[in-house]
Structure formats: C-alpha cells, structure tokens
C-alpha cells in the first residue's frame, strides 16, 4: 500500500485528514504557505493581545468526538457551551435579546414584539428537525461517485420536504413569524454560511435546530487557535512534518498520475498520494490550469461575500458587552439585499463583536479587552478598491459605541483589520470570497468540485470549496469523505 502522503495547507480540513491518516500508518507532510498552521482558523497575538482571526465559536461538538473516536485520542483542548449563544441588538433600542436554548426564557424577551413566539417557535424548530434528520446523512455525510447518483439519493428524501427548495430562508422565516425582530435574528445563521437569508436556500433552516435544539454553540478555552494547537501537537506526536513558508505554484505529473507539487523556490516534493486543502476550485485553475476552473469561469461561478475583519485591543474593560455580539442597523433587509453588490460603504451596517478577552483573560493584558469585529462587505469581484477601509472601521466603532454607552476610540492601543484583499493574499482566497464557493443548489452536493481530481488517480482535495461545504463542522465531514476516497 502506498503510504507517503503530501498535504497542501493546514487548514482544519488538512489538519483533520492528516490525522486520520497519521493514525491509520499513513506518512504525512504538510507544506503550508504562512509561517503557522491553521488556514482561516488562525490567530493574532500582539502586545500582550490575542484575537482569533476567523471563527471564533463552532457547532456539531460530536463531529470532533468521533475524529478523536476514529483516531484513536483524546480530545486536545477545552470547550464549554455558550448559553446565552450569543446576544443580538437592534439599533435604535436599548434592549439586548439574549438567544437562549431554553425556549421559555428565549420566549419571555418576544412577548411585546411576537406574542405567540414560543408557538411559532415550536413549529419552526420542529420544521429544521426533520429538515436536518431526512437530509444530513444523504446529502451531506457521504462521497458522490457521479451527478445521476447524487440525484438519485436525492429522491430518497421526504417529498414533503420538497417545497423548502423553492424558498429562501428569509420566506421559510416568514411562515412561521410576523415581527421583524425574530425573523431577523433567526435568519442571520444564514451569514456563516457566507451568504445573506435572502439568497440562502430554505433547506439550510436545518442550521437552527443545530443552533438552538440539537447541539448549540461552543468557546473553546483559551481561544479557537487552541483546536489548531492541539490537532498539530497529536500529529507531531505521530511523527507528522511540518514545512512552513511554502506556497505551490507549479507541478509534474506522469500520465493520470501527480508526480511532483514545486513551490515559490522551486523546490520539489514527491509523495504517492496528494491532499490539496487550498480552495478546490482556486488551486485547479491556478496551478493545475484546468479550463474548466479559468480565472474566466470562475468569475461566473457563485461565491460567498467578502469579510472586513479588524481587531481592536482597548485599555478599558467593557462589563455591559457578553462575549458573542449582533448589531443590526435598520436597514438590515437593504443592507443583506446589497452587501454582494453593493460597492459602495454602507453606513451602520450589521456586524458581529467578540470580546475574546470576557472569558480568557489571558488574551488581553491586565484592564484590557481584546475586541474582534467581523462585518460581511462586498468580494473582490464587486469591490475591488478597499482604500476606504479606514473609514469603514471608524464608523462601525463610532457606531458600536454609541451602542454601548462608552466612547472607545480614544481607547484604542492595537489596531489591524483584514479586508478582502488580505483574505485573498494570504490565504489564497479567490477574490476574497471568506468561504470559498457559495452553497447555491448548484453548488452543493455532487454539483461542488469533486474531492477526488478529475485527471490524477492519486489526487485528493478537502476543506470548503469540496463537498460538503464551508463552516468548522464540514471540514471535519470533508475529512472523513476524503479518507474515504484515499484509503
């Protein structure tokens, strides 16, 4: 049996196959372009602050038990659950709903805005339920050998599901509640999944009974860069190499077979088998130059948003924020309507805070807090030009403290932000899309770019632009699926 296996970066999707691989007697090197593993999952730690730069809570906790099950370890790090999950708050009010899984306390905060709240409630979770148990293990949790096989298991689902496919989430939302207030807070699951309630597809409802029902959200002690910490030290553990600063560009190949992957430097690496966790579709057409992944088609393919992510160390403390936050603005439906298209700045827009440093002390010095703000923007293909990121950053602090009824600009010792511009250079991230390809019906499934190559045998691919798609959870699946194939 082959043994020596090459992956291409160490995002969680790698860094899970590798594992499974490792434990299985498999040979494994990483190559990874930056200077630390982890992909988007990484970490910023500056002047006695530590900020996660991408996710900084994650779901589908038994996903992670059974790779730990299927690699025969324990689990390496910490994680509590969140409740509340997280807090949303609407401009304009001074009120801050706390999302709870306790549908009673959840309900108590509804009854001025959706007096039957805990009815409705009810029924839309019990909807995202059977959504979740009638599709999962078919369409999500298992490899497509051709399209007519994955249509075929398709029909296996419940037709009474069926007429979901016709919706968007913010219509599936709006069966079952009236007040713009709680069809807004349950649709904005939507946004991790990178695009916004009203181009999402109903079927990803099943996300809510995750959310609040089934198995809610997690912090991990410490900050989300501990899930890369541990995963890297089991892997050393079983004599796994890492090799940093390392971007492929180039390769040779022998008939259907991939013989050698040659970085920036011109440095070759041989294996008998390759795992590619750059983005599927990216890495085909930029260093495989396959026609049917052209800058030109991949233009016309449908891709997530664009993130500005920017980090913000403060030398005050702030008791009146939790540590997972929503602010919505009033022009929530204008704003998610437009956020892909949009090129311009849209002021007060929605956006997310983490104050990492509210549980984790040691991610900020002593009377400090460590503030990571995330806000969905237009990608690289309709807003090229991110001269105005400044601007944008003032105004989303201008906005979040008036929100919060403290002033922290004067505040501010550390200061970095990421725009899409940076999403693409330094995680190779095709036009800055935050999560690769996006989950239309035409992207997902067997749609999606196989995670097997089209031309090399020995050839594999995992992480969020492969099957199933993108979120922590899913590159856990896509590592197993992928195992599947290779093994």
Not at 151 to 173: D, G
Not at 302 to 325: A, C, D, R
Not at 348 to 375: I, T, W
């Amino acid at each position: 049996m082959s043994k020596k296996v090459l992956i291409t970066g160490t995002g969680l999707g790698g860094l899970s196959t590798g594992l499974r691989l490792a434990s299985r007697g498999y040979e494994v090197t990483f190559v990874e372009k930056n200077s630390k593993a982890g992909g988007r999952l990484n970490q910023i730690k500056k002047d006695g602050f530590t900020f996660d730069t991408g996710p900084s809570f994650f779901s589908m906790t038994y996903e992670f038990d059974e790779l730990i099950k299927d690699c025969g370890i324990d689990m390496p790090f910490e994680f509590v659950e969140l409740d509340p999950l997280y807090t949303v708050n609407f401009r304009g009010s001074d009120k801050s709903y706390r999302l709870y899984k306790d549908v009673d306390k959840l309900a108590e905060q509804f009854t001025d805005v959706e007096p039957d709240f805990k009815q409705n409630f009810t029924a839309y979770l019990k909807k995202c339920e059977q959504v979740y148990n009638d599709t999962v293990d078919i369409a999500i949790k298992q490899n497509f050998d051709s399209i007519p096989q994955y249509l075929k298991a398709l029909m296996t689902v419940n037709p009474k599901h069926l007429p979901i496919l016709l919706k968007s989430f913010w219509k599936q939302a709006g069966r079952y509640f009236k007040s713009k207030e709680v069809r807004q807070i349950v649709s904005l699951i939507a946004f991790f999944l990178g695009r916004t309630p009203f181009d999402t597809n109903a079927i990803y409802t099943l996300l809510s009974h995750i959310e609040f029902k089934h198995n809610g959200y997690y912090n991990v002690k410490g900050g989300m860069y501990n899930v890369v910490e541990g995963l890297v030290k089991e892997l050393e553990k079983l004599n796994c190499k890492f090799i940093y600063n390392t971007e492929i560009v180039d390769y040779k190949h022998e008939g259907d077979s991939l013989t050698v992957l040659i970085d920036q430097n011109g440095n070759e690496f041989t294996a008998d088998k390759y795992v590619i966790n750059s983005d599927a579709a990216y890495f085909r057409g930029k260093v495989f130059n396959r026609a049917k992944f052209s800058d030109k088609r991949l233009s016309k393919m449908s891709w997530t948003m664009g993130y500005l992510t920017f980090y913000i160390g403060i030398n005050q403390k702030l008791p009146q924020v939790e540590h997972h936050n929503y602010f919505l603005g009033n022009n929530y439906e204008d704003y998610a309507k437009n956020v892909m298209k949009n090129p311009g700045t849209l002021e007060k827009p929605y956006y997310y805070v983490n104050v990492l440093s509210k549980h984790n002390a040691d991610c900020a010095p002593e009377g400090n807090e460590a503030l990571f703000f995330v806000c969905p923007v237009p990608n690289l293909i309709f807003k090229q030009d991110w001269s105005d990121k400044d601007d944008i950053i003032d105004s989303i602090i201008e906005d979040f403290s008036e929100r919060i009824g403290t002033d922290i600009s004067k505040s501010v010792v550390f200061r970095e932000s990421y725009t899409p511009v940076e999403w693409q250079k330094e995680f190779n991230l095709y036009k800055g899309a935050g999560l690769g390809l996006s989950h239309s019906m035409l992207q997902i499934g067997a749609l999606r770019p196989n995670n097997y190559d089209e031309k090399f045998k020995n050839t594999f691919y995992v992480g969020a632009s492969t099957i199933p798609g993108a979120g922590l959870p899913m590159a856990i699946i896509s590592s197993k699926l992928v195992v599947e194939r290779l093994v």
